[in-house]
């Protein structure tokens, strides 16, 4: 083939490709990253629909920290929203500062329950 | 031992909705907030996220609702999630209606005249609950065992603070005031930003040893000069207000339309380090929308 039939490399080539439509929803995890208290640091995948971190074997995540109630705080995923429920722990739970009762979360928020610190990644970075 | 109190910000941002991915955190709704005591179901305010406050009660599945609602002042932004109310189309709920004094209709007529049919499709006496007006008394109302105190607030057209003392727990709720207009050192205020910011006494005593205050921090000092008589404070001088009145944690609300969540931050980060050079102890926080506090 001579040269001048060689297609030229910036030239956009035509050709029949199948439509996507969507894409099935991503199986991305919101995660918590440890950066305080006993086990720290590690990331903990929220893949239940709910989570409950605490002192006691009945929780999900537990933490072995005497400042935590047994079932201290339960992370509960609703589509794409990630909120918390403090579950009437003794030593209450702070989001960013504050102490809450419940709150819808965002990357980047800090968790703090007992002596263990959290910051909540939406996504797997 | 009385029944807590559950405080929850359905919407926090101030004049017009803000959705999109730069107000994410502190939430695009305008305002409104839930107080809920035992089944006692007050509302303050009915902005757009009051829409999300009717879902979320129908979700909770209670027979009947009896909801109290305490609006600041009608303009849009206060008032456009009420045609949204689910409840207030079902015939078991029953909705009481504050005017701040005796005799007046305001609210009872701007919530009807938000619901004609050039603005809306459904007519207000077409919804199904029964809406009741009741009336504040030399500026107070009992509910029971709760007990609310009005105060006028400057703003144009005028708005209410409303004060919620509940089983020893005391919650204020004032936004769309500017409290700038009202400083005793007005013009050295805007002259020295450093200067403390003195707040008159009738406010101070309103306010005095608050559980939590919500109050109208809208602007940054840098924005606030070319919006005089807009209606809005400076977030700096909500944290003057909130430390000179003993409040023990103040939630900054109706966050300015144009702030991004990061815009808010800054502003609140400014109101903090403001209150720690005073040596303050206050808590001082942005409200976000889907926050609940327990007092």
């Known amino acids: 083939m001579s040269k001048s039939h060689e297609p030229d490399s910036d030239a956009t080539i035509s050709g029949d490709v199948s439509i996507v439509a969507g894409l099935p929803p991503s199986r991305k995890l919101p995660t918590l990253e440890q950066v305080r208290g006993p086990g720290a640091p590690r990331r903990i995948a929220l893949a239940l629909n709910e989570t409950v971190v605490g002192r006691g074997t009945q929780a999900n995540v537990t933490i072995d920290s005497a400042l935590l109630s047994r079932r201290h705080v339960v992370f509960r995923r609703s589509g794409p929203e990630l909120a918390l429920s403090d579950l009437e722990s003794a030593n209450g739970v702070y989001v960013n500062g504050v102490k809450a009762h419940f709150a819808v979360l965002h990357e980047g928020d800090t968790i703090q329950v007992g002596d263990v610190v959290f910051v909540l990644h939406e996504a797997p970075e | 031992m009385s029944a807590p109190a559950f405080v929850r910000f359905w919407g926090t941002r101030g004049s017009i909705p803000t959705p999109g991915h730069k107000t994410r955190r502190f939430g695009g709704n305008t305002s409104c907030v839930e107080i809920r005591v035992g089944d006692v179901e007050l509302v303050c305010d009915g902005g757009t996220g009051l829409r999300e406050l009717g879902l979320d009660l129908a979700k909770r599945g209670r027979p009947k609702l009896e909801a109290h609602f305490f609006f600041s002042h009608m303009h849009w932004d206060h008032i456009q999630g009420f045609p949204f109310f689910v409840p207030a189309y079902g015939p078991e709920s029953e909705l009481f209606v504050y005017e701040t004094s005796a005799g007046d209709d305001r609210v009872q007529k701007l919530l009807h005249g938000q619901m004609s049919s050039e603005y809306f499709p459904v007519a207000f006496g077409d919804l199904g609950a029964r809406i009741t007006a009741r009336h504040f008394e030399r500026a107070t109302v009992e509910l029971g065992s709760i007990r609310v105190r009005c105060l006028e607030q400057r703003h144009p057209g005028r708005s209410f603070a409303y004060a919620f003392e509940l089983g020893g727990k005391k919650i204020v709720y004032a936004t769309d005031s500017e409290l700038d207009l009202l400083l005793e050192n007005r013009e050295e205020s805007l002259a020295d930003l450093d200067a403390v910011r003195r707040l008159p006494r ?94």
């Open chain 2, 202 to 295: 009738e406010l101070l005593a309103f306010v005095e040893g608050a559980d939590l205050l919500i109050a109208d921090g809208q602007y940054t000092d840098e924005e606030y000069p070319r919006k005089v008589g807009w209606g809005h404070a400076r977030a700096n001088t909500v944290a003057d207000l909130a430390q000179q009145a003993g409040v023990k944690q103040c939630a900054v609300f109706h966050h300015d339309p144009m702030h991004s969540d990061e815009l808010v931050d800054q502003k609140i980060q400014s109101a903090c380090e403001r209150l720690d050079r005073q040596g303050a102890r206050t808590l001082l926080f942005g409200a976000r929308e889907g926050l609940e506090l327990k007092f």
